[in-house]
């Protein structure tokens, strides 16, 4: 079966800073882009960061210089690493794997809140 795990999500203060992680089984992992999306109350859900299968990332405008996306494909796992973390940026993370133009996975998605 094909599973993406998350793990990561949780409470930090504003300016703090969190790691997510996706762990991603029953695919060829180093074939895939891996993305992150985030949807907060009242808002569409929207792309954040994602990294191709040749390790080239891009960002949305509004993290830029705040958020780094990685990959291991030693451990078929991609990162987001969230500093300088507002209010604004509270939302449920979701990571996905695309492959040439679809989204074929979705992790079920972790709650990041953003608050003092």
């Known amino acids: 079966q094909v599973q993406l795990v998350q793990s990561g999500g949780g409470l930090v203060q504003p300016g703090g800073s969190l790691r997510l992680s996706c762990a991603a089984s029953?695919?060829?992992?180093?074939?895939?882009?891996m993305d992150w999306y985030r949807q907060a109350p009242g808002k569409q859900r929207e792309l954040v960061a994602g990294?191709?299968?040749?390790?080239?990332?891009n960002y949305a405008d509004s993290v830029k210089g705040r958020f780094t996306v990685s990959r291991d494909n030693a451990k078929n796992t991609v990162y987001l690493q969230m500093n300088s973390l507002k209010p604004e940026d509270t939302a449920v993370y979701s990571c996905?794997?695309?492959?040439?133009?679809?989204?074929?996975?979705w992790g079920k998605g972790h709650q990041v809140t953003v608050s003092s």
């Open positions: 996905t794997a695309t492959s040439v133009h679809s989204i074929d996975y």
């Open positions: 029953g695919i060829i992992f180093s074939i895939y882009t």
């Open positions: 990294i191709t299968a040749g390790g080239s990332a």
